[in-house]
T-cell receptor, first 109, second 121 residues
């Protein structure tokens, strides 16, 4: 059974700090990896995706992938209160996405 | 970027009635659509995968006769919750996969609708 594990949090960081969100997955055949942000009562919105080992940067966000360790992370630099949300890690196998339970991030002013 | 329109956003219905939720891809053709359900403080759980013109594939534990999925065109999929009960109350979200990955249009393969909050009383 494919599993995606995330620490439920909450992860609390002060405004301006770096938030580090982690995710591990069980299926070595997973092909691509996604980070979604979900505000309470809203649908998830895509932040980043990554296919290859290493880092991928987009603005304040950096996704990191280590397939050997089956680990993917998301770094948020200069965290803002508006970043407070639940962050979902999703892993794609052949065609479907498997989601983790999400990590709640709280950024305090 | 790719847009998926989902309606209604919120619905309250009486126990025993049926509710239809629509999911439309607005600027791309979706060969595959996914239906998820999310209970409070839980992750998204895939209910079924629908491919245009064929029967949906349901995940284990999801009753196909209760959750009817129709994907009659490349831009529209519907989920009908039949004979709804209070335990069916949840947040239902559709997701569409584009026919082709078009990075220049911001289509990365999976786009979510805005979700439907179903409350069965």
């Amino acid at each position: 059974q494919k599993e995606v594990e995330q620490n439920s949090g909450p992860l609390s960081v002060p405004e301006g700090a770096i938030a580090s969100l982690n995710c591990t997955y069980s299926d070595r055949g997973s092909q691509s990896f996604f980070w979604y942000r979900q505000y309470s009562g809203k649908s998830p919105e895509l932040i980043m995706f990554i296919y290859s080992n290493g880092d991928k940067e987009d603005g304040r966000f950096t996704a990191q992938l280590n397939k050997a360790s089956q680990y993917v992370s998301l770094l948020i630099r200069d965290s803002q209160p508006s970043d407070s949300a639940t962050y979902l890690c999703a892993v794609r196998g052949y065609s479907t996405l498997t989601f983790g339970k999400g990590t709640m991030l709280l950024v305090s002013p | 970027g790719a847009v998926v329109s989902q309606h209604p956003s919120r619905v309250i219905c009486k126990s025993g009635t049926s509710v239809k939720i629509e999911c439309r891809s607005l600027d791309f053709q979706a060969t595959t659509m996914f239906w998820y359900r999310q209970f409070p403080k839980q992750s998204l759980m895939l209910m079924a995968t629908s491919n245009e013109g064929s029967k949906a594939t349901y995940e284990q534990g999801v009753e196909k006769d209760k959750f009817l999925i129709n994907h009659a065109s490349l831009t529209l999929s519907t989920l009908t919750v039949t004979s709804a009960h209070p335990e069916d109350s949840s947040f239902y979200i559709c997701s569409a996969r584009a026919q082709a990955y078009r990075r220049d249009r911001g289509i990365y393969g999976y786009t979510f609708g805005s979700g439907t909050r179903l409350t069965v009383v």
